[in-house]
């Protein structure tokens, strides 16, 4: 029983990392409403807190479960887990940020913008960073000064990005005043 969870946690270390990138190329984007993704079964975040009881001392561990819980839309639990994560390996950008979005998930706006922050200062080209702050500046907070100067930074970094011509749009729809929400 042992070396079967041992194997899984390799796994799931293995695997981290290309299951994240492959989230970001596949999560449909959403700039003015919740993220568009269907939740995980209750397995998978099982299996990562047996994984996490196995490690407790593995970062990747935690950010994980972490990653697990956000997508099935546990944001507070997925703070929990990240935080655990950060503090074992606190230079981890792409926790940082996605703490941040769990934070907007749970509709605490201000420490969204905090870690997104956190996470461009260890990192000041960091698409998803810049991108999920502009977001929360533009249509959760209200600053549209702000966020249009992240949409543009995230353009001028990526503008052959999938998502540009959206992003774009979102630069055009704030500058001229109107969002796809009035």
């Known amino acids: 029983m042992r070396n079967i969870v041992v194997i899984s946690i ?16 596949q999560q449909p984007v959403s700039y003015t409403g919740a993220p568009l993704q269907t939740p995980l079964p209750t397995q998978q975040v099982e299996q990562m807190q047996e994984a996490v009881k196995a490690a407790p001392k593995n970062p990747q561990v935690w950010i994980s ?37 769990c934070y907007r998930g749970l509709g605490k706006f201000d420490k969204a913008v905090e870690e997104y922050r956190k996470a461009l200062k260890q990192d000041p080209n960091h698409l998803n960073g810049h991108r999920n702050l502009a977001v ?5 907070l209200h600053n549209t000064a702000e966020g249009l100067k992240e949409f543009k930074r995230y353009l001028e970094l990526a503008p052959n990005a ?11 729809e704030l500058s001229s005043g109107k969002t796809a929400g009035k």
């Open 65 to 101: 479960l972490g990653d697990v819980l956000m997508d099935a839309r546990r944001f507070g639990e997925a703070v929990d887990a990240y935080q655990k994560g950060l503090a074992l390996d606190p230079k981890n950008v792409n926790a940082r940020v996605d703490m941040g979005t």
């Open 136 to 140: 929360v500046l533009s249509y959760d």
């Open 10 to 25: 390799m796994l799931v270390i293995a695997l981290a990392p290309v299951g994240c990138q492959q989230r970001e190329k």
């Open 162 to 172: 999938p998502d540009s011509e959206a992003i774009k749009q979102s630069v055009r």
